[in-house]
């Protein structure tokens, strides 16, 4: 099989496929608007000339993998109107409406939350594979000495100090970073922490410039780090929103974590994948309605001051981490493809 991968201009993918090699097409697609507006008219033309350009596409093909979003629902409408096995995923533990929608076409539906399974129709096959990861981020356990002896220096950070990794996505999180700012202030004296700041590329300079740079405590704040194996080799706890590839990262890399679950997600699916991870023992959550710099600070001591609680999570979230998803999703198309 050669596969080819379809996306939207706008969409990381435009980018990151080719540079690996791989066929890429674009299509036309828009987010499914939920109230009556000139948009959600415009949308069901969007998906009909997409639907069009997608024929060719899927004619020849074994199998079509569809990943959620409403990226993937022209090829794969377009996959169903010409008969053509489709295999689904499902990142979230609330599933998103286009994989609703075809779950039931499907031949199969790859979740990362078991949770999820309640939401599809029973006739549908669902099979829990877990969140692809990188490879880099898959092998940060077997590697972790090394990973966090490069992290040190290349992030400027002091071994011994506990470490504490805070992000809010790739495009930054502005209410956690604000937060941080006053939890830097508030445990300026603790001189066995160290703080690592992703900000964000547009809320780097606000925020770099009000961090505290007196005190015991250090801090290392930067608009977007490439190679994130490091931060989670180094991380004793991780202070973040909780989308679906975050989540699998973390556990993966068998880190415990605060999640703070971005408050207007579709369907509340951040907030259900911060559930989940909690109840398995992984994970603390804040919601961001409670989200101060008092609150946040009183939370991360709760757990970085307690050696056996953490330790207890990480063996939680390795346990709760699936590093062998992305083979697991490939072998259910590739069955398909049969």
Known sequence: MVPCFVGTERGLEATLVPMEGFG??????????????????????????????????????DVVLGMGGYASGPV?????????????????????????????????????????????????RVVVTGNPVREA??????????????ALRDLDLEEGRHTIVVFGGSQGALHIDRALVGVCALLRDRDDLQVVALTGRAHFDRIAGSLPSDGSLLVRAFPFFERMELAYALADLVVSRAGATTVAEVTVCGVPSLLIPYPYATAGHQEANARAVQRAGAASVL?????????????????????????????????FGRPDAAARVAELVAEHAR
């Open 287 to 319: 919601l961001d309605d409670q989200l101060t710099a008092e609150v946040l600070a009183d939370r991360i001591l709760s757990l970085v001051d307690h050696q056996e609680r953490l330790q207890s999570m990480a063996g939680r979230a390795a346990a």
């Open 24 to 61: 890429f097409t674009a299509v036309e697609a828009r987010p499914f608007v939920r109230r009556v507006s000139p948009a959600a008219l415009r949308a069901p033309l969007s998906v009909l000339r997409s639907v069009k350009r997608c024929r060719a596409l899927v004619q020849d093909a």
């Open 76 to 124: 794969v409408l377009a996959a169903i109107r010409a008969k053509r096995a489709v295999v689904l995923h499902e990142q979230n533990a609330v599933p998103g409406l286009a994989n609703r929608m075809f779950g039931r076409f499907a031949k199969a539906v790859a979740l990362s939350f078991g949770e999820a399974t309640r939401r599809f129709p029973r006739r549908a």
């Open 137 to 150: 981020i898959a092998r940060v356990p077997e590697e972790r000495d090394a990973l966090a002896k490069e």
